[in-house]
């Protein structure tokens, strides 16, 4: 499943970070395009989650940025790394980052941690049952992306590229993949967040909006050729959210 070009940088990057941080370590997933075989080098970043019991230090923390600027340097193949080291708390509390370690993710390393939170009575809903959650996200997207684009992100989304094309492809992943997932689970729809099964789906359930979806792709293969601005783009998905926002059912 991962493209052959980013194999090195995970098995080095798994290496270090087991070393740095040993049995403290449950588990470690990756996410986003490189985890899912969508990714353009030297283009994508790559999203890295490790899991632990306490909340990290601050000297773990600061080891994260330094590895993530060193290895920026040694592999040119990804467009900026993502190291984020959560205590287990974090999938204990909320939901929404469960979906992100069981749909938008794989297991490199560790424990199976959503299965051990089912023994505890810490359930995360299938996308069956997932239909309301998902229909709720769908109003909020307009206003994610407009603080996305004033600089101010979530905190489960990193700053947009400064090159205005590679913000684009980001915005595309970010929002149009996940989010358009989250509007094919609210619909009963849903079958994964890659972009084989995004893409088409949302075509056959929104016509109105096939420019937007022609787009996206040619933004996702051939940023540079595609040359559409982050500007441009996000203002088109903000549109297409509000309108899908009061077409979707409610739950």
């Given amino acids: 499943m991962i493209q052959p070009e980013f194999v090195p940088v995970i098995d080095d990057l798994k290496a270090v970070c087991l070393r740095r941080f040993g049995e403290k370590l449950n588990a470690i997933h990756l996410a986003g395009s490189v985890a899912v075989g969508e990714a353009l080098a030297g283009v994508s970043d790559l999203d890295w989650f490790m899991f632990c019991d306490d909340e990290p230090t601050d000297a773990e ?19 900026g790394f993502h190291l984020n080291l959560h205590p287990v708390a974090r999938l204990e509390g909320d939901v929404s980052w469960r979906f992100i370690v069981r749909y938008t993710s794989v297991r490199l390393h560790g424990a199976d941690i959503l299965s051990e939170l089912e023994k505890r009575g810490i359930h995360t809903p299938t996308p069956e049952e997932s239909q309301r959650l998902a229909a709720h996200r769908i109003p909020g997207v307009s206003r994610r992306i407009e603080s996305v684009m004033r600089g101010e992100p979530p905190e489960d989304l990193p700053p947009l590229p400064a090159d205005p094309v590679l913000a684009s492809r980001k915005l595309a992943r970010n ?15 849903f079958r994964s967040f890659r972009q084989a099964d995004v893409l088409p ?8 909006w096939q420019s937007l979806f022609t787009a996206t792709e040619r933004i996702l293969a051939y940023p540079w050729t595609a040359n559409v601005s982050s500007e441009s783009y996000a203002k088109e998905l903000s549109r297409f959210f509000s309108w ?8």
């Fill in 61 to 79: 923390t600061g080891w994260c940025r330094k590895k993530e600027a060193d290895l920026a340097v040694q592999y040119p193949q990804v467009n």
């Fill in 175 to 189: 929002f149009l993949l996940v989010e358009g997932g989250y509007v094919l689970m609210a619909m009963g729809r």
């Fill in 201 to 208: 789906r949302l075509g056959a359930l929104f016509p109105e």
């Fill in 244 to 251: 899908v926002a009061m077409r979707v059912p409610e739950q």
